[in-house]
């Protein structure tokens, strides 16, 4: 079992900032992708970023890889999403998730998934 808990989330004016937390916990060691969704209200879950447990390597969805980045602290067990220079569309739940295989593109490939946290994004 893994558990996953998102944080970070809130109200934040177009053209700011946030940094979304993701804690990783369980049996995840052999877990390597750890990605980054999204679902706005009556639309699908959407991907927006990965990266590899191990050795750093990232991937972003073309609609967000000029604004959002992912990282990782390994020692805290904690992936991150930091938002930058947001737009209303990013309203959503963002979720955090893990996939054995890093790079698997199926949504079936990610496993386990957190709760969610809201972003909304308005003035």
């Known amino acids: 079992q893994v558990q996953l808990v998102e944080s970070g989330g809130g109200l934040v004016q177009p053209g700011g900032s946030l940094r979304l937390s993701c804690v990783v916990s369980g049996d995840f060691y052999s877990y390597y992708g750890m990605g980054w969704f999204r679902q706005a209200a009556g639309k699908e879950r959407e991907y927006l970023a990965r990266?590899?447990?191990?050795?750093?390597?990232?991937d972003y969805a073309g609609s967000v890889k000029d604004r959002f980045t992912i990282s990782r602290d390994n020692a805290k067990s904690t992936i991150y999403l930091h938002m930058n220079s947001l737009k209303d569309e990013d309203t959503a739940a963002y979720y955090c998730?893990?996939?054995?295989?890093?790079?698997?593109?199926?949504?079936?490939?990610?496993?386990?998934w957190g709760q969610g946290t809201q972003v909304t994004v308005s003035s």
């Open positions: 990266i590899h447990w191990g050795n750093g390597n990232t």
């Open positions: 998730a893990v996939q054995r295989l890093y790079g698997l593109t199926s949504f079936s490939s990610w496993e386990y």
